[in-house]
């Protein structure tokens, strides 16, 4: 299967090349389509985003290229232009990866598109005349875009404030545009690993173990908080005037709590590996929790169903629907912001979320045994609990949950865990850890 959860990713040069990326070009365009390109700093980068343009301009669209920016950025280009978009990126995994997103008028591909593309990449590649070649030029649309964001939070209280925020871009794609988005609304930047893209000189997956170095220059440079993004700027992680990193499911948490001061809309949208934090914020508020699989994609899409508030995974990814209808790490750095100016302190909007004892690991395996390691799982009766199959297998019991589920981006099964006790998750763990990794050893 070319696409996983979300969009083409793998090894450069092994499971993505430059002959996939003119192929996937290829099967978006045509004459008279018109394709947007974007692209992360990975080295990689470049050679993937000029073959996928030839391949767009062989069948005969034109082509405008971005240059280098954050998946979000790309989105609100293709919302704007109404058309289909490409971004290079292969998110936060290491640098030796890469991969294709695609979005069209705003949101990623459906499944649906997905497959179509699928289905030409096999096929014949379109050809246009000589005479009605595709051609590229060259667009900025991040000026626009910035005040786009800032015209979706409270400006006024932000500006007020005169907020001191850490940015740590990761030296990734939001390296540019994340100081100028939060300057644009009146703070103050110290910017780190903003200066030497494509150089990853920490982990693209932000998170306490990969942020201890920003966490401290939060305290150090007296920051009211700051805000960490991961390879493509779809995900933005915050960290507290403490130095704290906010857990992920924290953070989702002050966001729904957030959301629903700003709007009587108590519809929340969140995926079945969220805290029961999450929806014990939400129910305590009166609102109502939607569950959907792992994937922005899936978020965005129930969101619209349910003409929800708002709309987020345990990852840092958040869709807003009073934007564009993806996972927008721009919009949700500068809504923190807007938390700050009108709630203070992070350290105090976190304080009333009760946090339970969670575990997420994973176990490597080849890609093409994930499906046949799930079903083999699904057989064994090691596992009690209420059965849920919405997205891998989740258990859940009178004091937690489990969850095994097959990685989307990475040859890998996922575990989640979260108790109301450390025993409790420890058991759990050990129990179905120890399934998952005798199911990878006897199917290798």
Same mark, same amino acid.
């Given at each position: 299967?070319?696409?996983?959860?979300?969009?083409?990713?793998?090894?450069?040069?092994?499971?993505?090349?430059?002959?996939?990326?003119?192929?996937?070009?290829?099967?978006?365009?045509?004459?008279?389509?018109?394709?947007?390109?974007?692209?992360?700093?990975?080295?990689?980068?470049?050679?993937?985003?000029?073959?996928?343009?030839?391949?767009?301009?062989?069948?005969?669209?034109?082509?405008?290229?971005?240059?280098?920016?954050?998946?979000?950025?790309?989105?609100?280009?293709?919302?704007?232009?109404?058309?289909?978009?490409?971004?290079?990126?292969?998110?936060?995994?290491?640098?030796?990866?890469?991969?294709?997103?695609?979005?069209?008028?705003?949101?990623?591909?459906?499944?649906?598109?997905?497959?179509?593309?699928? $289905?030409?990449?096999?096929?014949?590649?379109?050809?246009?005349?000589?005479?009605?070649?595709?051609?590229?030029?060259?667009?900025?649309?991040?000026?626009?875009?910035?005040?786009?964001?800032?015209?979706?939070?409270?400006?006024?209280?932000?500006?007020?404030?005169?907020?001191?925020?850490?940015?740590?871009?990761?030296?990734?794609?939001?390296?540019?545009?994340?100081?100028?988005?939060?300057?644009?609304?009146?703070?103050?930047?110290?910017?780190?690993?903003?200066?030497?893209?494509?150089?990853?000189?920490?982990?693209?997956?932000?998170?306490?173990?990969?942020?201890?170095?920003?966490?401290?220059?939060?305290?150090?440079?007296?920051?009211?908080?700051? !805000?960490?993004?991961?390879?493509?700027?779809?995900?933005?992680?915050?960290?507290?005037?403490? +130095?704290?990193?906010?857990?992920?499911?924290?953070?989702?948490?002050?966001?729904?709590?957030?959301?629903?001061?700003?709007?009587?809309?108590?519809?929340?949208?969140?995926?079945?590996?969220?805290?029961?934090?999450?929806?014990?914020?939400?129910?305590?508020?009166?609102?109502?929790?939607?569950?959907?699989?792992? +994937?922005?994609?899936?978020?965005?899409?129930?969101?619209?169903?349910?003409?929800?508030?708002?709309?987020?995974?345990?990852?840092?990814?958040?869709?807003?629907?009073?934007?564009?209808?993806?996972?927008?790490?721009?919009?949700?750095?500068?809504?923190?912001? $807007? !938390?700050?100016?009108?709630?203070?302190?992070?350290?105090?909007?976190?304080?009333?979320?009760?946090?339970?004892?969670?575990?997420?690991?994973?176990?490597?395996?080849?890609?093409?045994?994930?499906? $046949? !390691?799930?079903?083999? !799982?699904?057989?064994?009766?090691?596992?009690?609990?209420?059965?849920?199959?919405?997205?891998?297998?989740?258990?859940?019991?009178?004091?937690?949950?489990?969850?095994?589920?097959?990685?989307?981006?990475?040859?890998?099964?996922?575990?989640?865990?979260?108790?109301?006790?450390?025993?409790?998750?420890?058991?759990?763990?050990?129990?179905?850890?120890?399934?998952?990794?005798?199911?990878?050893?006897?199917?290798?």
């Amino acid at each position: 299967m070319l696409f996983g959860t979300s969009g083409i990713r793998g090894l450069y040069g092994k499971e993505v090349a430059a002959e996939l990326a003119a192929k996937v070009g290829n099967a978006m365009g045509g004459a008279g389509r018109k394709v947007i390109l974007c692209s992360d700093t990975r080295q990689t980068s470049p050679i993937l985003a000029g073959a996928l343009a030839a391949g767009a301009m062989q069948s005969g669209a034109e082509v405008i290229d971005l240059g280098v920016g954050p998946t979000p950025l790309l989105a609100y280009a293709t919302f704007v232009e109404k058309c289909d978009g490409a971004m290079i990126t292969a998110s936060h995994n290491p640098p030796e990866y890469n991969g294709i997103k695609l979005f069209s008028k705003g949101g990623e591909y459906s499944k649906a598109q997905e497959k179509k593309v699928e $289905e030409a990449v096999s096929s014949d590649l379109k050809k246009a005349p000589w005479d009605k070649a595709g051609q590229k030029g060259r667009k900025d649309f991040s000026e626009d875009y910035i005040k786009f964001l800032i015209a979706r939070v409270d400006s006024q209280a932000i500006g007020k404030r005169k907020i001191r925020v850490l940015i740590d871009a990761g030296n990734a794609a939001a390296y540019s545009i994340a100081p100028r988005l939060f300057e644009a609304a009146g703070c103050s930047v110290v910017r780190v690993n903003c200066d030497k893209p494509g150089q990853f000189t920490r982990n693209l997956e932000p998170k306490p173990s990969t942020l201890s170095e920003s966490a401290a220059l939060v305290v150090k440079e007296k920051c009211d908080f700051g !805000i960490a993004f991961d390879g493509d700027g779809d995900r933005a992680i915050a960290i507290d005037e403490k +130095g704290v990193v906010l857990p992920l499911d924290t953070q989702l948490a002050v966001f729904c709590s957030h959301m629903l001061s700003r709007d009587h809309n108590k519809k929340f949208v969140t995926t079945v590996e969220a805290s029961l934090s999450v929806r014990e914020t939400v129910e305590r508020h009166g609102g109502r929790l939607f569950i959907t699989p792992v +994937g922005s994609l899936h978020v965005a899409d129930e969101v619209k169903r349910q003409s929800a508030a708002f709309g987020g995974e345990p990852c840092g990814e958040y869709v807003f629907p009073f934007a564009t209808p993806c996972a927008e790490g721009l919009l949700s750095a500068i809504m923190v912001a $807007e !938390i700050f100016a009108q709630r203070g302190p992070l350290s105090g909007a976190s304080r009333g979320i009760k946090a339970h004892h969670m575990a997420r690991t994973k176990y490597k395996c080849r890609a093409d045994m994930k499906g $046949e !390691i799930m079903r083999k !799982i699904s057989e064994k009766p090691q596992l009690e609990g209420r059965l849920s199959t919405v997205d891998g297998l989740r258990y859940d019991f009178e004091d937690g949950w489990l969850l095994i589920r097959p990685s989307g981006t990475e040859p890998a099964i996922r575990l989640t865990a979260e108790a109301k006790s450390e025993k409790k998750l420890s058991e759990i763990v050990q129990r179905a850890g120890n399934l998952i990794m005798k199911e990878i050893e006897s199917a290798h």
